[in-house]
């Protein structure tokens, strides 16, 4: 019997979901609304509400503990000066869940979690491609002159015409008997 285990499995191994419900968050905390099957909104909802408790805090113990969750720095900053000041007056319900019914493919309970002090949309996309941004722009690369070289290919001859095989010649030589 399962009695006193609080959290869902969610057909997944532990570290798995863990990892699961850290992308999650992290998904919420950038775009502030996601859609997903309602059990794992369910469960995201209790990591992010925690989450939030701490960037309210906005301490460097908070920020450290946020970190373990949230492995970006830049959202960690995100979360602590953007988010956490929103909630300042809120003792709880950070989150909120629509239900939006079953999905066409499976069935499941589909359903959108997000914050209930949403930012402008003008906002959320600066934040996402700040934050989505993973490798600088070439441009960014010339400027700080860490460009990789090009690697040259070797220069060969003239390239040798593939080899049919005779199977192939010969479907090649009954298509054309077909056609005269």
């Known amino acids: 019997m399962r009695h006193g285990n609080k959290n869902r499995k969610l057909g997944r191994k532990?570290?798995?979901?863990h990892a699961l419900m850290k992308n999650l968050c992290r998904a919420l905390f950038i775009f502030e609304k996601i859609r997903t099957t309602l059990p794992k909104a369910k469960e995201a909802r209790k990591l992010a509400e925690r989450l939030i408790q701490f960037a309210k805090r906005n301490d460097l113990a908070a920020k450290r503990h946020l970190y373990r969750f949230?492995?970006?720095h830049k959202l960690v900053k995100?979360?602590?000066d953007e988010i956490g000041p929103k909630f300042a007056k809120r003792e709880g319900g950070y989150t909120r869940i629509y239900r939006?019914?079953?999905r066409l493919g499976d069935g499941a309970e589909m359903a959108i979690l997000e914050l209930t002090e949403i930012s402008k949309p003008e906002e959320i996309e600066k934040r996402r491609k700040l934050i989505e941004r993973r490798h600088?722009?070439?441009e960014d690369a010339k400027k700080s002159g860490k460009e990789k070289p090009?690697?040259?290919?070797p220069k060969e001859g003239k390239p040798k015409k593939e080899e049919k095989t005779k199977k192939e010649e010969l479907k090649e030589d009954k298509g054309r008997e077909k056609r005269k």
């Open 14 to 17: 532990s570290e798995h979901r």
């Open 136 to 138: 600088p722009d070439k």
């Open 100 to 102: 939006l019914g079953p």
């Open 78 to 80: 995100v979360v602590c």
């Open 150 to 153: 090009k690697k040259e290919k």
């Open 70 to 72: 949230l492995p970006d």
